[in-house]
């Protein structure tokens, strides 16, 4: 589907002369200091003198911490609900913005973006007066709807807290898969649409059996994006909760900074990074499966 | 019964969206009221609204977090960035997507575990590598990362993208004659506007906000980029909120700008084009 | 967008990109040791400007002729994170700075400024990149790092030798950058960690007469401002520090003291397991009960809106709270704001005076610098520490490590002079967080401290797990 034969020796040249440049300058700027991450990963460094290498101690000592299996099961929780989240709800407002009904598009389309640009320490910062206990406006809201009860101390709950700060990380990106999804559907040929629609296909129908499949892949690269991304979450949980209450929201890539930069711990630090990426890309080549390999 | 129904419908399509959208305002409205108001105001309440209009607020900390400066640097930086960026992901997304040659998969996995790697993991490797290139704390320190940085989300974006679009095209210009090169820029450049559209988003956004590389690899007051600019309100033991928020709310517009007048406009067009209603 | 201009540029971004990419790998392989070694005057980040653009940035060097009054010249860099029109200490800072450059033209100094809150990431960075400027600030907790390492020089070779520098410091200002009997760094500020901030008019309200002596009266006390209402002691720790390091730091110190923790930092038998910290552990999670509930999620600042808007009766935070307390308290509760000590627990051998405290951060000086530089750079960081310096954070708010003898304390602000005077009689302990190493110190034992006030972990747990820690990183 949708490729094309390299003709004869002039196209390969080109093509391997304009995909090998920019990646040989890829590979010296991105690969190369990631494959040295790795390598610190199998040394004791404390970031002064020579690495020393000690193999696979490193990992030894995170995979028998504790701390370590609790902030690798709340960052792929993260990263399961915020996918779920975000592309889902990403998604169906990319099908309304199909529907006659939906009014006012533009403006939709418009502020839910908003929050994609907002610094996380403004998103922080607003949500979590939203659930503060003095002032928070959502406790405010269950006592007008008369259920006193049901108020909580929502960040400093450790049994609650990990969904609390989910909400706000889903909310805030929501915008971001609605973009790349949006320009998916606007490359459907009109066309398609119109004989959907002469032969009856409306709402959610047609977005079902015609709108989805066509933006598939799309959809399988956003997935893949939010996944892979909510893996190395950082900022948000920093401006939330910091972590905290314990470590009931910290993530892999706190845990990564911490040994890095507050302890100095190179080894160990690069250790947390390395299977963050290898959990990141068991992820999406599990995703790659599900959805469907890439028709070759 | 049948009007019923279509109310309801409506009902349903609209307001949870409108409830969302309205949410999303509210940060951006709360932004604007709290940058306005006095330090001692804030702290007392950061929800109340303000009681006067302190706009010099705005002017203090345009000087305090060195905009003027910084601000170009930061629009130089997202600018080549950008460019560069846009131009090598369009090639290497339509390359990728549209034949099969050897190293393929190799090149697809490289930009996969680029994308999934912390940031925090690279800083010292990337900074050591800068250093031994003599690149660092100069116009050009953080241009390099930034592009490589982009580069797998917009790979895969266009790659995506390109895929939906069939082939024909490309055959018929094929056939009259046109070379590889041409028949990629002045055929499949223009039908890719909006996802090029997206990840010139995408990538201002990141690059104007980026901090982690900035902080380290840049030193010099005269290099550095506006989102070093919003640590300046920090003292050791204190935060100037009510500057940092309208430090905040200024670096804020330029994104927002580019994507209303820019995005938004362009998505209009398409999606009216694309689906009636 | 615009397809067509776009076209236009296409040939020049693309071979930009080109060379670019060549430049990056060629580079990078061959790895040109530039500025591997650490030359004696070498000014790392100067030289690295040089060998791109706008190296007439350094313009300082050549404008100044003349040698003016003092006869120093050379130049040095100073990675610092006081900030231009900061308070306390930055003030104090800058005006000593400004100062002595005025003085002397021909010392030419590089300020690198990094905030506080990332400082030590970059400070992290440049150690490892083998790019540390001649001055930085570093708290003890990475001074067993550069002290082994040899990448700094002990500074009291050149305090000592200069009697009129040596003793302007008051007592004990280096006990955080000692280490193996050596003071390697220039203390710049003297901060009690813990100080009790409270709203006299609701003690008052409260039928409670002054500020309590002792555990018993305070727990009392609390409990009277409770059933009034209020919130009996605000905390706002979802930073993760200011439980530990600013109040529960010196609630510790009432059980243990400074010989018990000189012993378990250096691993001489003292133990996180003794039984005197765990019973300092229980005692600061029965307290709790009289913190505000959300403790874990608001954060400092939070915590001092409670205490503005008359919700909480008094806090306890770090003696940095006295100058915020004077810059954003409303008028008619600052009027009616006392500070106290922290009061001794009856049956333990603490006593009310005993406070963590201390400079926390030190300047360190690099051991490449020497000869004119360091010269110059000596005598800087004497400007910046002492005399005048001292006088001035003082009238800033602030106590600095200096023997502030010249200060006109008449003018202090009425709030602070309180507090310096109780400064006066505090018994001066280890701040934890700044002498532990990090992964206790501003790791464990803030994350478990947080568990602790919320009652999801038992005394015993996070002694247990503090020591397990310490022992693994000793």
Known sequence: ?296 | MNKVKRYLADFFVNVPIMLLSLTCIFPVVWLLYSSVKTDVEFNISPVKLPTKIHLDNFITAFKRANFGTFTFNSLFNSIISLLLVLVVSFILGYLLSRYRFRGRGLIYGMLMAAMMIPIYALIVPIFIQEKKMGLLNSRFSLIPVYVAMELPTAVFLIDSYVKGISVDLEDAASIDGASLPRTMFTIIMPVCRPILSTVVILTFMHVWNEFPFAQVLLSREELKTIPIGLTYFTSQYTTSYTLLLAALAMATIPVLVLYLFFYNKIMEGMMAGAVKG | MKVKSIKKTLAVMLSMAMMLSLAGCGDSSESQPVADEPAATAEPAADEAESLDEAAAEDTEAATGDTAGTGLSGSFSIFHFHEDEGAGTSKAFWTAANKFMEENPDVNIEFIFTDSDNYQEKLTTLMAGEELPNVWLSKGDMLPTFADAGVIQAADQYISADPDWADAYVDGAFADCTYDGTQWGVPFQMQANCIGVYNEAIFEECGIDGWPETWTELLDACEKIKAAGYTPIAMGNKDQWLAESAVFNTYAYKYIDQAWFDSLANNEGAKFTDEAFVRALAGFQDIAQYFNEDMNSINQDEMYALYYNKQAAMFFNGAWAVGTMISNCPEDVLASTHVGLMPAVEGEKGTKYDTAAGAGWNYMINSNLEGDDLTACLAFLKAVTTGEYADDALQQGFISSGKAENADTSTLDPLFAEYYELAATMNNCSIFDCVLPAEIGSGVLYADTQQLIAGTMTPEDMAAECQATLEANY
Not at chain 1, 108 to 113: E, G, K, P
Not at chain 1, 172 to 195: D, K, R, T
Request: hydrophobic share 50%.
């Open chain 1, 1 to 296: 589907m949708n490729i094309r034969e390299i003709r004869n020796h002039k196209q390969k040249i080109w093509i391997y002369a304009l995909v090998l440049i920019p990646f040989l300058y890829f590979v010296c700027v991105m690969i190369y200091p990631l494959l040295v991450s790795v390598y610190y990963s199998l040394t004791k460094w404390k970031g002064i003198g020579d690495p020393k290498f000690i193999g696979f101690d490193n990992y030894g000592t995170m995979l028998k911490s504790s701390d370590f299996w609790l902030v690798t099961k709340n960052t792929l929780f993260l990263s399961v609900v915020c996918t779920i989240g975000q592309v889902g709800i990403a998604l169906i407002i990319a099908f309304l913005m199909t529907f006659r009904r939906l009014k006012l598009k533009a403006f939709h389309r418009a502020v839910i973006f908003f929050p994609v640009v907002m610094a996380p320490i403004v998103v922080g910062y607003v949500w979590r007066f939203i659930y503060n206990s003095n002032y928070g406006l959502l406790n405010a809201f269950l006592r007008a709807i008369g259920h006193p009860e049901w108020i909580r101390f929502w960040l400093d709950d450790q049994n609650i807290v990990l969904r609390m700060v989910s909400i706000p990380v889903i909310w805030q990106y929501i915008g971001l898969y609605m973009i790349i999804l949006m320009s998916a559907i606007s490359a459907i040929p009109q066309e398609v649409f119109e004989c959907a629609e002469i032969d009856g296909a409306t709402g959610l129908k047609k977005s079902i059996y015609i709108t989805l499949p066509m933006v598939w892949d799309s959809l399988k690269v956003c997935i893949i994006l939010c996944a892979g991304g909510t893996m190395k979450i950082y900022d948000h949980l920093v401006a939330l909760t910091n972590g905290g209450p314990g470590r009931a929201t910290e993530s892999l890539a706190m845990y990564c900074y911490e040994f890095t930069f507050r302890f100095g711990n190179f080894g160990t630090g690069s250790a947390i990074a390395v299977t963050i990426l290898v959990l990141a890309l068991l992820i999406s080549g599990l995703i790659q499966l599900l959805m469907g390999r890439r028709k070759e």
